[in-house]
């Protein structure tokens, strides 16, 4: 059993991680989904109003708030599978959970990648809320994600990528990661039990 997470901030390539992860055979527990969720649960609008759930939670439920949200997810996929990736960690609060819950069976890997290249892959992407359309501007997004702990948690990676070069290259050293920590995973479940 492992289960990897991630940490960036946004346009870093987490979600790239996960596609990478997906393509491997390994499940992946968004965390971003669980404040989605949340975000529909209480008719408001996911594109605006991510941002200010996934603060009301935490500051309703706590810190660990939405880590502890996915436990229940991930201990699902472990059922089947020997290895999850954890897309989205936003501060060290949600590192300690995952470390507490999975030990040594948990890497945390923070993505990372300069501003500027990550304001032009968001602007790429179409998809996200600009400045523009009313939606919230990356500085504001950088400026959120900062505040929950998450430069605390990149601090904290077992391994740090920096993804300036191409996608291709990315994937493959996301996949040698991912092929790494569930390969490892698989010897220690094999190595005798000593107390």
Known sequence: MHVIGT??????????????????????????????????????????????????????????????RS???????LEDHEAVLVDGLRSDVEVDTFEG????????VSIEAPFDVRAERIDARGRDAGANDGGEPLEKRDERERGFGMDDAMDRADVVIENTDSLEAFHGRIRTIIREEAGESDEQETEPYQP
């Open 7 to 68: 940490v960036g901030l946004p346009g870093s390539g987490k979600g790239e991680a996960a596609t990478v992860a997906r393509e491997e055979g390994i499940p992946v527990v968004t965390m971003g989904d669980v404040v989605r969720q949340e975000t529909a649960d209480r008719g408001l609008d996911p594109a605006k109003d991510h941002g200010g759930v996934a603060q009301a939670l935490r500051e309703e439920n706590g810190p660990a708030a939405i880590a502890e």
């Open 71 to 77: 436990l229940p997810m991930i201990d699902d996929r």
């Open 101 to 108: 819950r999975f030990g040594e069976s948990f890497t945390l």
